[in-house]
């Protein structure tokens, strides 16, 4: 298990674009999950049941990783990283479909329609056929946790009770 920080220090990783998309979608960067790095691939896959080419999943708080090392050989323990951050960020302040969750993040990171496979592909295309750049805020708000309360139908006034003081 790393510390967050520790890993963003050793490895020198930023999260300045964290911070720039949490802007865009309205939301504190506050970080509140744990990373389990796995010693190797056949552990990852154990743990997770993901193919190799899934560098990482995050899952109720907690990242589970391949060795940052095999990660970075590739390029890509960065963006990995910061993909799953924003998991953990979208999920702690909105309760939005799966789709739109994965295609956002892929689309506010930057990802290509070409380097996508299977879900992660789908989602970032229905993602771009559904929602235009200017209209995320607008699109996404609806599934932020804050206004679903508004739809609460947890409290009932008793019948009979007098709608006037
Ligand atoms: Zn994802």
């Known amino acids: 298990m790393r510390n967050l920080n520790d890993l963003l220090n050793v490895y020198?990783?930023?999260?300045?674009?964290?911070?720039?998309?949490?802007?865009?979608?309205?939301?504190?960067?506050?970080?509140?999950?744990?990373?389990?790095?796995c010693d190797n691939i056949y552990e990852f896959h154990q743990i997770t049941g993901k193919p190799y080419h899934i560098g990482a999943i995050y899952i109720n708080g907690v990242i589970i990783s391949q060795p940052f090392n095999i990660l970075r050989q590739k390029g890509i323990l960065e963006s990995t990283i910061e993909h799953e951050l924003l998991h953990h960020l979208i999920e702690k302040n909105y309760s939005m479909p799966k789709w739109l969750e994965e295609g956002l993040i892929l689309y506010l990171t930057g990802s290509k329609l070409?380097?996508?496979?299977?879900?992660?592909?789908?989602?970032?295309?229905?993602?771009?056929?559904?929602?235009?750049?200017?209209?995320?805020?607008?699109?996404?708000?609806?599934?932020?946790?804050d206004n679903r309360s508004n739809f609460d139908p947890g409290f009932q006034f008793p019948s009979g009770t007098p709608s006037e003081p």
Do not use: C
């Open 114 to 145: 070409e380097d996508l496979k299977g879900e992660h592909k789908d989602a970032l295309k229905r993602f771009m056929q559904e929602v235009s750049y200017e209209d995320i805020p607008s699109y996404v708000a609806r599934y932020h946790n």
């Open 12 to 37: 020198g990783l930023s999260l300045n674009r964290i911070y720039k998309i949490a802007k865009t979608l309205q939301i504190d960067v506050k970080i509140d999950a744990i990373i389990i790095e």
